[in-house]
Nanobody, 116 residues
Framework: QVQLVESGGGLVQPGGSLRLSCAAS????????MNWYRQAPGKERELVAV????????NYADSVKGRFTISRDNAKNTVYLQMNSLKPEETALYYC?????????WGKGTQVTVSS
């Protein structure tokens, strides 16, 4: 079955960086677009970044353009989110997502806290 396992979250100061990873299994990873979402307390889940496959085309929420970079390693079945210049308002649970056959698959998320 599909499994998505996020890691790499933690506590970081404003302006700092983190690199999130999502290890995927149970499907042909190289054939699917992968997404990163986040959900802050009291807010709706929002799409942060998308990466296609094949091709590796990317798309970002306007709020993270120029600071976040999504990438993937199809040999390792892993998608990454490099986050730079983090802001306190980006404190959230970050989720990896797969959309396949009209279904959404989610990991359990990794917590990112941006605070001094």
């Amino acid at each position: 079955q599909v499994q998505l396992v996020e890691s790499g979250g933690g506590l970081v100061q404003p302006g700092g960086s983190l690199r999130l990873s999502c290890a995927a299994s149970g499907f042909t990873f190289s054939s699917y677009t992968m997404n990163w979402y986040r959900q802050a307390p009291g807010k709706e889940r929002e799409l942060v970044a998308v990466i296609t496959s094949p091709g590796g085309g990317t798309n970002y929420a306007d709020s993270v353009k120029g600071r976040f970079t999504i990438s993937r390693d199809n040999a390792k079945n892993t998608v990454y989110l490099q986050m730079n210049s983090l802001k306190p308002e980006e404190t959230a649970l970050y989720y990896c997502n797969l959309k396949r056959y009209r279904s959404d698959y989610w990991g359990k998320g990794t917590q990112v806290t941006v605070s001094s």
